[in-house]
Every structure is written in structure tokens, then in C-alpha cells.
């Protein structure tokens, strides 16, 4: 919660929310002064999207089937964040969900779609050994939906997001699988993208977390 305190975003996604239900997102919202909105999950772990007010919750929406984890939907104005994760396990499935979250969400005005996608951008070098994460389907997927990949239009310094340096990151090669897509009217108002490094960051998850500002 220091990271999150020290940052206090306006919006906030969270995934890997093991043992999670909505008392203790309500309790870790209400410790942030923020709102929750959670997403428990079938298979895997939940999801959320946390709102800060003076922003308000006017819409969600919750899926927990369709995927192995789940997607959370906040819409707050004329914009909606979705919180995602998608299958550790399958490419394909990766990619099935990717172009199933796309579709849904993908045509709206204002959207973001973020979360640990646990695949590698088809403009991103792969690392050495990298395996079925090499397959690019599921990112390709967003961006053949006309979603902006928000890194690759204003993001500054390092874009990787795994693994940290806290003894929590031996799973990973360095790569960037954590991603923030926008359809092009949010994209038109990105300022910055900056994968957040250092201090409290570096054990606090096994991947590093990212920002985007937006303007107003």
C-alpha cells in the first residue's frame, strides 16, 4: 500500500488478487481512500479496478467466465478501465481471450484495457528462452482491434515489467508483459507511460507496475 499511497492514482487496476472477496477489497479500498469494484474468478484470482473520488463509480461490469482469471469494469464519466489477466497457461487461449476482451470493450468512445497479458508485444524483442510467451497472437489481437498500446506511444525509460529484484521475480526473463491498451480517443490524450522502479516496488509483486497519465 506504500507504492499505491505514494502514487495515489486516480484509477488503479489490480490483478492477482489471491484470496480476495469483496470484505477485504473494501477494506484495502477504504485504507487508500479509494472505492473497489472486484472481479472473483472461477479458476484463477480475482481482478479489480479501484476509483478514486472525487471520481465516481457509474457503471461495472464483471466476468468470470470466458476467461481463466476474470476482467473487471469500471466506468467512470465517459471513460471505462478494465482489469484483466490473462491465461498463464495456453497461447491460444491467451489470444482467445485477448480478441474476446477486444471485441467487448474495444468499441467503446473512452476505454482502457490493462493488466498482466503474460505475452510479448509482435514489436517487442524477445528474450532469449522465452518459450510460448514468444507467441504474440494475443497482443497482436488488440492491435488488430484498432486498440493503441499505450508504451509504445508515449512510454519513457525501461518498458520491462518483470521480473523485480526483491527474490520475487526468478520465474521471469526480462519482458515486458504487462500491458495498457487504449482505443484511439483515450490514446490521443496520453501524456506518459513509465514502468515504475525502486524502493518499496522491488518486493512489493513479482512484476513492476505501470502509470499512465492522461490528460484531462
Not at 463509480?57 to 476482467?71: C, E, G, M, Q
Not at 491467451?94 to 474495444?106: D, F, K, N, Q
Request: glycine share 8%; proline share 6%; hydrophobic share 40%.
Amino acid at each position: 500500500m506504500t507504492v499505491i499511497r505514494r502514487e495515489s492514482p486516480d484509477l488503479l487496476a489490480l490483478q492477482e488478487l489471491r484470496g480476495f472477496d469483496r470484505q477485504r477489497i473494501a477494506t484495502l479500498a477504504d485504507a487508500l481512500g479509494m472505492t473497489a469494484h472486484l472481479a472473483p474468478s472461477r479458476f484463477g484470482q480475482a481482478v479489480a479496478v479501484l476509483v478514486r473520488p472525487p471520481l465516481c463509480i457509474d457503471r461495472t461490469d464483471t466476468v468470470t467466465w470466458r476467461l481463466h482469471h476474470a476482467a473487471a469494469a469500471v466506468t467512470t464519466g465517459r471513460l471505462t478501465l478494465v482489469s484483466t489477466h490473462l491465461n498463464p497457461w495456453s497461447a491460444y487461449r491467451r489470444y482467445r481471450e485477448a480478441t474476446w476482451l477486444a471485441a467487448r470493450y474495444g468499441r467503446r468512445g473512452r476505454a482502457l484495457i490493462a493488466g498482466d497479458m503474460n505475452g510479448l508485444s509482435p514489436f517487442d524483442d524477445a528474450p532469449p528462452d522465452a518459450q510460448d510467451r514468444d507467441d504474440r497472437r494475443a497482443i497482436a489481437a488488440f492491435d488488430r482491434a484498432g486498440l493503441v498500446d499505450l508504451w509504445r506511444k508515449a512510454g519513457v525509460g525501461s518498458g520491462l515489467t518483470v521480473p523485480t529484484t526483491g527474490d520475487v521475480g526468478d520465474a521471469f526473463l526480462p519482458m515486458r508483459l504487462d500491458y495498457v491498451f487504449g482505443t484511439p480517443a483515450v490514446a490521443e490524450q496520453v501524456r506518459e507511460v513509465q514502468v515504475l522502479r525502486g524502493n518499496e516496488i522491488e518486493y512489493a509483486s513479482d512484476h513492476y507496475p505501470v502509470r499512465v497519465e492522461l490528460d484531462a
